[in-house]
C-alpha cells in the first residue's frame, strides 16, 4: 500500500511541476479528449503546443498524435488522449 501511495506523490509532485500553458493543454485534453495547434493559440494563446505535448509526455501521459489535413490541404497535427 505504501509503494502505491508513493507512486501517487510523486505523480502529483510531476504535475505540481508542469509550465502553465502545459497545465492548459492538460486540462484541456482531460475535458474535451483532443486539441489542435489552432485551438491552442485562439482559445490559449499558445504557440508552441508541440513543447507543452513533449512536457506531457515527459511525465508519462500517453497522448496520440493522428495527422489531418484542412480544406485547402494544408497537414497538422492534432494530439488525442491515448485510450
Do not use: F
Given at each position: 500500500m505504501?509503494?502505491?501511495t508513493?507512486?501517487?506523490q510523486m505523480n502529483i509532485m510531476k504535475?505540481?511541476?508542469l509550465k502553465p500553458q502545459a497545465r492548459k493543454v492538460l486540462n484541456h485534453l482531460t475535458k474535451r479528449k483532443s486539441i489542435s495547434?489552432?485551438?491552442a493559440l485562439h482559445?490559449?494563446?499558445i504557440y508552441r503546443l508541440a513543447a507543452c505535448?513533449?512536457?506531457l509526455r515527459k511525465i508519462g501521459?500517453?497522448?496520440n498524435t493522428v495527422m489531418k489535413a484542412?480544406?485547402?490541404g494544408h497537414h497538422y497535427a492534432r494530439y488525442e488522449v491515448a485510450a
Amino acid at each position: 500500500m505504501a509503494n502505491g501511495t508513493q507512486t501517487n506523490q510523486m505523480n502529483i509532485m510531476k504535475l505540481l511541476k508542469l509550465k502553465p500553458q502545459a497545465r492548459k493543454v492538460l486540462n484541456h485534453l482531460t475535458k474535451r479528449k483532443s486539441i489542435s495547434p489552432l485551438e491552442a493559440l485562439h482559445v490559449y494563446g499558445i504557440y508552441r503546443l508541440a513543447a507543452c505535448i513533449h512536457e506531457l509526455r515527459k511525465i508519462g501521459i500517453q497522448i496520440n498524435t493522428v495527422m489531418k489535413a484542412d480544406a485547402s490541404g494544408h497537414h497538422y497535427a492534432r494530439y488525442e488522449v491515448a485510450a
